[in-house]
């Protein structure tokens, strides 16, 4: 339970470029941390009680640029008892720049703004911290590479696994540790300020090839191709569990919003629902004919969909573990699936060359992308879910309207195909991983 507001007397510090709200709470005892973040559609309060960091979300899944900011912060006061009346003023600045950016027209026009010949093997994988001030590229070369995104300078090399650098990550929202997996079997925790191993994680038997930090940064979940994930914590480098009811490899995880459930997806044709806190699972979702390319949470963490190599995406029930539809058409394996922030749009990407808009609630096809010529690895939105952002073997990227499903720009120089990309927080810059040993960044 959270402790009466009026024994709180606290401090707003207000951040317009990062869209986030610091809030220090002190009580007569102890200094506990209250921090009210942005995350598009909804707000998340964390805060520290009895030395244990907590979350709370606050759903704005219905705002929009046109909705009454007084009224949204009204009711955002009557359901959660720390946003006090004194505090009404700062979240409503919080509401009214999250409305500004819904507002926003997205007619950006991307250029290529540097070339980084980042290994000297392809690389695997590439992900930004959440400012896009800095990015990360794993490599062949078994190496983890941190570059300054604005002068494209290497900050560190992350040496020391074994084998081929494969899954990688931030701790977003923080940004000041990295995990990398490896073929070496073991994960690897690290500075991204000074390159410091903080811990290497031993347990698998074979290849790590999917991790993902909760959303609090206490616990890294890992996936191997020796059918288990494991919970391991941030902290002591300790394992806290494993989680072993696969059949076959593991090849994608992934955290709710909330961090207290977790999905694997193996090639046993399933995915299992995991109690983060027990290690127990939740559900068995069986249903698909194929293995698992892909499993993702909606963000109210009500929905999972599932991307096949059977062609299909399925949508469950993540209360029951009921499937709730099947989404067909793509005439090869469906390789990638992601939710826009709200929940209401879902992407399919295919080997088919395709890839394909949906109303996540009806389940009607809205948009079906066409023009690449090779198979599609990776679809995402961008943080105003206004753009698509698609990856392929053709060696393009490139950026499609999700209503009318037209293609809005080519990104195009890569001399492989593209087999990674992703936006920055803010939605205005754009990292490609290529086949090629080279990376581009975009503005």
Known sequence: MLHDPASFCSIFHWSTNSAILNVWV???????????????????????????LKTKSIDLLDLKAETDADAVVDEISRKEPLITSSKAEQVKKLVLRLQEKLGQTDDHHFYLFKVLRAHILPLTNVAFNKSGSSFITGSYDRTCKVWDTASGEELHTLEGHRNVVYAISFNNPYGDKIAT??????????????????????????????LSFNPQ?????????????KLWDIQTGVEICSLGAHSAEIISLAFNTTGNQLLTGSFDHTVQLWD??????????????????????????SLVATGSMDKTCKIWDAASGQCIGTLKGHDDEV????????????????????????????????????????????????PQGNTILTASSDKTARLWDPESGECKQVLEGHTDEIFSCAFNYEGNTIITGSKDNTCRIWR
């Open 217 to 229: 940064s206490t616990v890294i979940a890992t996936g191997s191709m020796d059918t288990t994930a």
């Open 276 to 301: 983060v806190n027990t290690g127990k699972k939740i559900h068995t979702l069986i249903g698909h004919k194929a293995e698992i390319s892909s499993a993702q949470f909606n963000w109210d963490c």
């Open 181 to 210: 997996g490896s073929f070496d079997k073991t994960c690897k925790l690290w500075s991204s300020d000074t390159g410091k191993c903080y811990h290497t994680f031993r347990g698998h038997t074979a290849e790590i090839v999917c």
């Open 335 to 382: 390789l990638d699936v992601c939710f826009d922030y709200t929940g209401q749009y879902l992407l399919t990407a295919s080997a088919d060359g395709t890839a394909r808009v949906y109303n996540a609630i009806s389940q009607n096809l809205v948009a079906k992308l066409h023009g690449h010529e090779g198979e599609i690895s990776k679809i995402t939105f961008n």
């Open 26 to 52: 002190a009580t007569k005892m102890k200094l506990k941390r209250f921090l009210l973040r942005y995350y598009p559609p909804g707000i998340i309060l964390e805060y520290e009680q009895g030395g244990l």
